[in-house]
């Protein structure tokens, strides 16, 4: 029963930057997971970072490392994915999910789920990295 909407996509030209946000509403736990991910036609859809109900964060992927981070405003009750340096190889829809599971960890670190794990998505929105 929960509603997840982006916001924020749009066009961008290399090196830019970009603050997508991920707007909840509707019932739901007080705590529990989002994850931010992208996806291109053709492939599958790729994790960028997640975040847990308790401020918790991860990323999947090196390559997005020091670019791109993750952030929550409980009183909006939104989540933030800013980026940074954009390139055009970051052009993708992207999507947030939720979670209503206890966030996972592994020998003492907060690992994202995968794609498949999350049960809410929001539509998606584009983001265009072009000169």
């Known amino acids: 029963q929960l509603q997840l909407v982006e916001s924020g996509g749009g066009l961008v030209q290399p090196g830019g930057a970009l603050r997508l946000s991920c707007a909840a509403s509707g019932k739901s736990p007080e705590y529990y997971d989002i994850g931010w991910f992208r996806q291109v036609p053709g492939k599958e859809r790729e994790g960028i970072s997640c975040i847990s109900g308790g401020g918790r964060s991860g990323m999947y992927a090196d390559s997005m490392k020091g670019r791109f981070s993750i952030s929550r405003d409980y009183g909006k009750n939104a989540v933030y994915l800013e980026m940074n340096s954009l390139k055009p190889d970051d052009t993708a829809v992207y999507y947030c999910?939720?979670?209503?599971?206890?966030?996972?960890?592994?020998?003492?670190?907060?690992?994202?789920?995968?794609?498949?794990?999350?049960?809410?998505w929001g539509k998606g929105i584009q983001v265009t990295v072009s000169s």
């Open positions: 999910g939720a979670d209503f599971r206890p966030p996972r960890f592994s020998s003492g670190s907060y690992k994202c789920r995968q794609a498949a794990e999350y049960e809410y």
